[in-house]
């Protein structure tokens, strides 16, 4: 990724790393920074005056809203009004390195949208974390793997399967994702 984008979004399954990876790289910068070693043959990191990265970490018993759940709320109200702006504004006005990681699919678009090279630098490029469903048991099985290009599919059903939702919830989402599709 280094040298050829400074703006990656990266798209994937639920549990596929996405955070895992940003923590990795936020860590290994900061690691970079003190002097420390890092857990690469080679390093050149620029000097940052900071990191910010928000990855939950826990759940909220007393009102009874998941992690999840309270982060899917916050996100829902942040993508409506402001997701793209945030992201163009990063990409256009303050050029700062980024890795920000979605469910919200629509923000791949930004790669189009902010196609210029400087240099041989692109400013925005999408990843994603892959994942393997088998087409006979449809399991998903993620592969922890940073790839190029943006997430081809949702993986919000198979999430729910592997966390135990009822099989009539499944199947109306299912359903509807069919629906949805044909639109």
């Known amino acids: 990724m280094r040298g050829e984008s400074w703006f990656q979004i990266i798209t994937g399954p639920n549990l596929g790393g996405k955070s895992t990876f940003i923590r990795q790289v936020g860590v290994t910068v900061l690691m970079a920074q003190v002097g420390s070693f890092v857990p690469c043959d080679e390093a050149s990191v620029s000097i940052r005056d900071c990191i910010f990265a928000h990855v939950g970490a826990g759940d909220c018993q007393l009102p009874g809203v998941s992690t999840f759940m309270q982060e899917m709320l916050e996100i829902a109200l942040i993508f409506k009004s402001l997701a793209w702006a945030i992201c163009e504004r990063l990409v256009q006005v303050k050029k700062a390195p980024t890795l920000f990681a979605t ?13 210029e090279v400087a240099g041989n630098i692109v400013g925005v490029a999408n990843f994603h974390v892959s994942a393997h469903i088998d087409t006979e048991s449809r399991k998903l099985t993620v592969l922890y793997k940073v790839e190029p290009g943006a997430c081809d599919q949702s993986f919000g059903i198979h999430v729910a399967e592997f966390a135990n939702f009822p099989e009539s919830v499944v199947a109306l989402a299912r359903e509807k994702a069919t629906e949805v599709k044909k639109c």
């Open 103 to 115: 469910h919200f699919h629509q923000l791949t678009a930004l790669a189009q949208a902010n196609s």
